[in-house]
């Protein structure tokens, strides 16, 4: 069982950068692919970011690409969301996910879910 806590949520302004961080529980966390998704109120969750297991590789919503960047760092079982240029339409509770190696855009090939971080981006 992999348990992932998110951290570094908060009130941002727009044009402003955050940095989201999700930590594993445990070295078996280096074997699987990590994803971010976001759900906004009222809305389903989506897809943002993902990352292979190796971090060789990664993955990209259209609205997100070119402003945020997916990151791991296998020493810490960390892995990161890097957010800049922030908009309104980024407000959401981020999660993080894991599965097995191979990242996906899918949200039902995630075993593993974090809590989420409540990301608000407001003049």
């Known amino acids: 069982q992999v348990q992932l806590v998110e951290s570094g949520g908060g009130l941002v302004q727009p044009g402003d950068s955050l940095r989201l961080s999700c930590e594993a529980s445990?070295?078996?966390?280096?074997?699987?692919?990590m994803g971010w998704f976001r759900q906004a109120p009222g809305k389903d969750r989506k897809f943002v970011a993902a990352?292979?297991?190796?971090?060789?590789?990664?993955y990209y919503a259209d609205s997100v690409k070119a402003r945020f960047t997916i990151s791991r760092d296998n020493a810490k079982n960390t892995v990161y969301l890097q957010m800049n240029s922030l908009k309104p339409e980024d407000t959401a509770v981020y999660y993080c996910a894991a599965r097995p190696f191979y990242g996906s855009r899918l949200e039902h090939d995630y075993a593993y879910w974090g809590q989420g971080t409540q990301v608000t981006v407001s003049s």
């Open positions: 445990e070295r078996a966390a280096t074997r699987y692919a």
């Open positions: 990352i292979t297991w190796s971090g060789g590789s990664t």
